[in-house]
Structure formats: structure tokens, C-alpha cells
Nanobody
Framework: VQLQASGGGLVQPGGSLRLSCAASGSNFAIYTMGWYRQAPGEQREWVAIIDSGASTKYADSVKGRFTISRDNAKNMVYLQMSSLKPDDTAVYYC?????????????WGQGTQVTVSS
């Protein structure tokens, strides 16, 4: 399975941006999908996830501002980002995983840069 993230760019504080992630391969619907980000000099951090039942969870830092969604018919996952802050500047990565017993099957996309600056 391969993931291709897109939609990053430069946006002013308070603005909005939507990231997209396209997944190749089969059985997309059974995977948990997630978005992570990594700012310069920082460790990669979890941002949001959506499971196979469309239940979502968000990091406290983005709760109320970001929305994760998925379209299983298109093998796509999205991250709608609003009220963006300079602290949201990072490379954003999409991720998918599922557990088969004790084995975790996981894939990462290549990342898309989001820069929030005036």
C-alpha cells in the first residue's frame, strides 16, 4: 500500500487548508487512517486519526480546528484545517495501519509542507 499526500502550502494565520491523502491498494476501508506532523527540530507528533468505523480522535492542540474524514469509495483521507496558527507549521504525513493479531501493518506517505505565516 502506498500513500500520496497533497494540499500543503503557505497560508496566513487564521486561514484554512485541506490536506488530501490518496491510498493505493485494496482493503482501504479496514485501515485506521491518521495524520501526523513534524516541525523542524521536533519529533513527529500525532494529529488526528479516523478508524474503520469513522470514529475520530484529535490531539488537544488541534481539537476544534481540524477535521479528519475519509472517503472509502475513493481511497482518500482528508484533513480540513481551520484557524491555522504559526505553530501548525510542519510537514504533515498521512499514515494507515491495521493490526492482524500481534502484527501491525503500517504505511506512511511522503509528507506535505504546511507553512502558516503572514
Amino acid at each position: 500500500v502506498q500513500l500520496q499526500a497533497s494540499g500543503g502550502g503557505l497560508v496566513q494565520p487564521g486561514g484554512s487548508l485541506r490536506l488530501s491523502c490518496a491510498a493505493s491498494g485494496s482493503n482501504f476501508a479496514i485501515y485506521t487512517m491518521g495524520w501526523y506532523r513534524q516541525a523542524p527540530g521536533e519529533q513527529r507528533e500525532w494529529v488526528a486519526i479516523i478508524d474503520s468505523g469513522a470514529s475520530t480522535k484529535y490531539a488537544d492542540s488541534v481539537k476544534g480546528r481540524f477535521t479528519i474524514s475519509r472517503d472509502n469509495a475513493k481511497n482518500m483521507v482528508y484533513l480540513q484545517m481551520s484557524s491555522l496558527k504559526p505553530d501548525d507549521t510542519a510537514v504533515y504525513y498521512c499514515n494507515m495501519y491495521r493490526w492482524v493479531g500481534p502484527i501491525k501493518y503500517e504505511s506512511w506517505g511522503q509528507g506535505t509542507q504546511v507553512t502558516v505565516s503572514s
